[in-house]
């Protein structure tokens, strides 16, 4: 079930020009993809993949994700729809209530245990929603 909700996200991101964005720190690699962000919708979505060969997940995302918006206020997760954490391979879908109203650019921050700084993936709200350097 979540590879077909991830597949459906994924090919709604290339219609919308939406691009993945990866880190990999310590031998963990994570790639998120921004869903739907669009300005009539009551829900953001983020298809996230966490992925290490030899070495256990044990990430809460509810509790170590939150969006960032350009005041630099911080908004937590509604929902993680997604594998349970352990494991080295995770995957599923965070949601967020969308901002209103809607900032010119988002960041999502993922802390890691065992990490000195957060993951940070952001992405410009215009008119074609883009990765932010």
Same mark, same amino acid.
């Given at each position: 079930m979540i590879a077909i909700v991830l597949a459906l996200m994924l090919s709604m991101a290339a219609s919308a020009q939406v691009i993945t964005q990866r880190t990999r720190v310590q031998g963990v690699s994570v790639a998120v993809t921004a869903g739907n962000l669009g300005p009539d919708t009551s829900i953001w979505d983020f298809a996230v993949v966490l992925d290490s060969p030899h070495r256990?997940?044990?990430?809460?995302? &509810? $509790?170590?994700?939150?969006?960032?918006?350009?005041?630099? /206020?911080?908004?937590?997760? *509604?929902?993680?729809?997604?594998?349970? +954490?352990?494991?080295?391979?995770?995957?599923?879908?965070?949601?967020?209530?969308?901002?209103?109203?809607?900032?010119?650019?988002?960041? &999502? $921050?993922?802390?890691?245990?065992?990490?000195?700084?957060? /993951?940070?993936?952001?992405? *410009?709200?215009?008119?074609?929603?883009? +990765?932010?350097?």
């Open positions: 256990n997940l044990p990430d809460d995302l &509810l $509790r170590s994700a939150v969006l960032v918006d350009p005041r630099g /206020r911080k908004y937590k997760p *509604l929902v993680w729809e997604g594998a349970p +954490a352990s494991g080295d391979h995770r995957a599923g879908v965070l949601k967020f209530i969308a901002l209103k109203p809607r900032p010119q650019w988002i960041e &999502l $921050r993922i802390d890691r245990p065992g990490e000195k700084k957060p /993951r940070s993936f952001s992405w *410009l709200l215009g008119g074609n929603m883009m +990765a932010r350097n």
